[in-house]
């Protein structure tokens, strides 16, 4: 199974791939584990990446595409990969479609997890940590304990929320049209309770 895993933010991608990884024994493929990597061995790539990061700068998508190609030729990917968190734009996935070919392999699918905007932000912004134990609630699905400490991420506030999504849909989204038009997008409803998800990806994945 070579597939690709998108959907907005709090859509619960993290949470299903881990799921499908399990389930296929493939490696879950994600472009912030290859760069930590890269920067902590001081390769050629992880010193390139490390020049822009430390300026607050994006890594230039041939570095990003470069570290793929050469992750996609480790044994464990051979039979199979998950990415999940890239692509992230189209021009991505157009280099990302030129090293597969390189390699001469190609995806099977890319599954697409949808989530209302408004369902998404009531998901994130509902979470609250407890301090004393660290354990996270859900103002609304998991309600906390009347003696809870209660506090709110940061990354949890309506306004941050609204910003991904819209970093999401201005530069992630346009990957729909692009995997729809070539046959491989496989849209999944990611409302409901995680197991019914689950299933729906999966059978998802599963589909010829």
Request: hydrophobic share 35%.
């Amino acid at each position: 199974m070579r597939a690709i895993l998108i959907g907005p933010p709090g859509a619960g991608k993290g949470t299903q791939a881990k799921v499908i990884c399990e389930r296929y024994g493939i490696p879950q493929i994600s472009t912030g584990d290859m760069l930590r990597a890269h920067k902590a061995k001081g390769t050629e790539l992880g010193l390139k990446a490390a020049e822009f990061m430390s300026k607050g700068l994006l890594v230039p998508d041939q570095v990003v595409i470069d570290m793929v190609e050469e992750r996609l030729k480790q044994p464990d990917a051979q039979k199979g990969y998950l990415f999940d968190g890239f692509p992230r734009t189209v021009a991505q996935a157009e280099s990302l479609d030129g090293s597969l070919s390189r390699l001469g392999t190609k995806l099977d699918g890319v599954v697409l997890i949808e989530v209302a905007d408004d369902l998404l932000v009531e998901r994130v912004c509902g979470r609250r940590t407890d301090r004393r134990s660290g354990q996270i609630f859900h103002l609304k699905y998991n309600p906390p304990p009347p003696d809870a400490d209660l506090e709110q991420r940061a990354d949890d506030r309506e306004e941050t929320v609204r910003d991904r999504l819209r970093v999401y849909h201005d530069q992630t989204a346009p990957l729909i049209p692009y995997y729809e038009g070539r046959g491989l997008l496989r849209r999944v409803d990611g409302v409901g309770e995680l197991a019914a998800v689950t299933e729906r990806v999966l059978n998802a994945l599963s589909r010829e």
